[in-house]
């Protein structure tokens, strides 16, 4: 079952003789649970990509559909609670509120939406985070791989339809990054989280169940159909 699908996304900085297509024609699908990574180097256009695919950042052109939902036709008070609810982001330098401690970075998008949070999934979320001593602790109190697990756990709190992950491990050291590599392949088994990774990293992308290539704003590469497009 498709859950995410672009067609001829672009998106267009700049006019005339300083424009710059950031991400070109790009049309993709991802299946339900699939855990797909998009590679590049800096500058081809890979942030650019997961940005519209989680409703950040408005293309110049074409489509992003979650769930069969054109999220670009949505105004951008609908906009935000969609992103609220329906994508779950994780980024390298975790964002998260330096005076809430762990439980209350992670029940924030249960509070701003107005919703009593899944206690039991919580609980369990909590322990397979590795947590469950560091809920009272404030993020300057944890270590990075630790910040990374919260971002994760507060990503997850409203079951998004897709986690969009940014470059998730570039802030950490190999073991934290393990960790966390290990983390998100949990959730994708035992959650059936569809998870949508961008990474410099062509190690960690081979972890993933199919890598795009992106260059110069355009998927040159699909690995899992081995086919060149």
Known sequence: MEILRTEHLTRVYGKGDNQVNAVNDV?????????????????????????ML??????????????????????????AI?????????????NLIP????????MLPCELDG???????????????GLTER???????????????????????????????DEPTGNLDKKASDEIMELLKLSNRQYKQTIVMITHDLELAKQADRVLTIEDGRIVNDRKSGVEV
């Open 135 to 165: 809920l009272k602790h404030l993020p300057n109190e944890l270590s990075g791989g630790q910040q990374q697990r919260v971002a994760i756990g507060r990503a997850m709190m409203n079951k998004p339809a897709i986690l969009l992950a």
């Open 54 to 79: 989680g409703g950040v950042d408005r293309p110049t052109s074409g489509k992003v559909l979650i769930e069969e939902k054109d999220i670009y036709k949505l105004s951008d008070d609908k906009l």
């Open 115 to 129: 919703k009593k949070p899944d206690m039991e999934y919580f609980k369990e979320m909590v322990g397979i985070l």
């Open 99 to 106: 005076v809430l401690n762990v439980e209350e970075n992670m």
């Open 27 to 51: 049309t993709i699908s991802v299946k339900q649970g699939e855990f797909l990574a998009i590679v590049g180097s800096s500058g081809s256009g890979k942030s650019t990509l997961l940005h």
């Open 82 to 94: 969609f992103r609220r609810r329906q994508v779950g982001l994780i980024y390298q330098f975790y």
